[in-house]
């Protein structure tokens, strides 16, 4: 893998993650309450000209055993869903990752549709290489956030279960 680009000044701040923690607990809030209809298209970035669409993804706490829902960009692959760990390009992967290697049965909420109970899997090398540009097309962001780490940047597939 390349050497990692910069990555812009301030993400790193710790105002970013605290307005990111507090946004998301407000889209799900706010998804919940509606429905889907509002915090179910994320218009950041890339998503700004073509909004991409959010599910809530449910995990439990590898260590708490606490219940979290997460807001996530996804690409829906015939039955299949796929989210990405990018956590905005940072250093380490995201913790509702590491809590989904370790209870992989899990329920998603969809816009307009009722809870889904899903089985959470990395996709494996091949697969991955196949979903990537798929899921760069729906969120040009992902190449950046990818341009500035080491790590390669997870794909989880969510199957209908």
Known sequence: ??????????LDKPIVGKIMKYGAKANVWIYRLT???????WRVGAGWKKPVPVLLLDHVGRKSGTHFTTPL????DGANLVI???????????????NLVATPDTTVDLPRERRRAVRARVAESAERADLWPRLVELYADFD??????????????????
């Open 1 to 10: 893998m390349a050497e990692p680009k910069a990555r812009p000044d301030g």
């Open 144 to 161: 950046n956030y990818q341009s500035w780490t080491e790590r390669e940047i997870p794909v989880v597939v969510l199957e209908p279960r």
């Open 35 to 41: 429905n889907g209809r509002i915090g179910a298209k």
């Open 73 to 76: 960009l996804f690409l829906a």
């Open 84 to 98: 990405v760990g990018s956590q905005g390009g940072m250093p380490k992967n995201p913790q509702w990752f590491h």
